[in-house]
């Protein structure tokens, strides 16, 4: 009975997680009128704790001159991630804050109580065009960390781990894969990994168990959990929460993915455009804030 119940447990070690759904990503526009591919929110999927979006900006190819950014705007209670693939995006902020976002860097804006940033082309990527291709997840901070002062974390490429594995490449942006762990910190406990699979390889990502995980197809196609459900480009591909791996394999052509998951705060979520908020009290107070200049402004 003891060797059955010990065989029954090494079973149990690894639990490949099942879908338990694929939506389609909607078109968009946004900022000045740049072309986003929205995973969520759109009619299928309002948020998935504790992530509140996840916006795919182009590919697009930019001619000379054309190039569109987001102007300044606020946010308050979260934190946003960029992501560039290919282009170059310049920020500012109320903070006094400044920098360039390339391809292949990533930023990490926790907004916390209130800042005013823009994300905006750079002059160079403007004047001479050329693809732009990137992404932007929110991630939800907890009613204790709403009102923390605001901060960046900025992560060029060259410094971000990259694994290579038996026809995988995983680029290991947060959380940890194949031995290796992110230098990035973050305030709720997430894994953001870019995976590359050849042809016919897989890859088995051991996840915590009360962590929600979805999967975004940047290209290609694959197939996903126990039962090795089809997806392809721009589908967002839901996790069940049972179990504790993820099953990605490519079909006949690369898949690039992006694999993200993070532990649900379970808290209410009350969101008004670029605030996201507990009450809508807190909203009230937010837009508040902005209307009367207690977030600052952009003024170099």
């Not at 791996?245 to 490519?250: L, M, Q, V, W």
């Amino acid at each position: 009975m003891e060797q059955n119940t010990n065989q029954e447990l090494e079973r149990d070690e690894t639990k490949t997680r099942s879908i338990l759904q694929v939506i389609n990503a909607k078109t968009t526009m946004e900022g000045e009128g740049f072309l986003v591919h929205r995973a969520f929110p759109n009619g299928s999927l309002r948020e998935f704790d504790p992530f509140l979006l996840l916006d795919e900006m182009g590919p697009i190819e930019i001619s000379p001159g054309n190039a569109k950014g987001a102007p300044d705007h606020p946010h308050r209670g979260f934190e946003t991630v960029t992501y560039m693939i290919d282009g170059t995006f310049e920020h500012k902020d109320s903070q006094g804050h400044s920098g360039k976002i390339k391809s292949g860097d990533v930023q990490w804006m926790t907004a916390g109580s209130g800042v005013i940033h823009s994300e905006m082309p750079e002059k160079e990527f403007v004047q001479k065009g050329g693809t732009l291709h990137g992404f932007q997840l929110w991630v939800n901070l907890p009613k204790k960390d709403k009102m923390m002062n605001p901060r960046y974390q900025e992560l060029p490429s060259k410094k971000i781990p990259i694994v290579q594995r038996d026809g995988v490449q995983v680029k290991v942006i947060a959380g940890e894969s194949m031995g290796v762990k992110a230098i990035i910190e973050t305030r709720t406990p997430i894994m953001y990994l870019h995976f590359t699979i050849q042809p016919n390889a897989q890859v088995k990502q051991i996840i915590p168990q009360n962590y929600n995980a979805f999967a975004y197809v940047v290209n290609g196609e694959g197939l996903f959990g126990n039962k090795q459900i089809s997806a392809h480009k721009e589908q967002i591909i839901l996790f069940e929460q049972e179990g504790n791996e993820i099953s990605i394999k490519a079909s006949v052509s690369p898949l690039d993915v992006l694999l993200i998951a993070g532990i649900p705060l379970g808290e209410p979520v009350t969101r008004y455009g670029p605030f996201v908020m507990n009450t809508q009290d807190e909203i009230n107070q937010a837009i508040l804030d902005y209307n009367t200049g207690k977030m600052g402004k952009i003024d170099f």
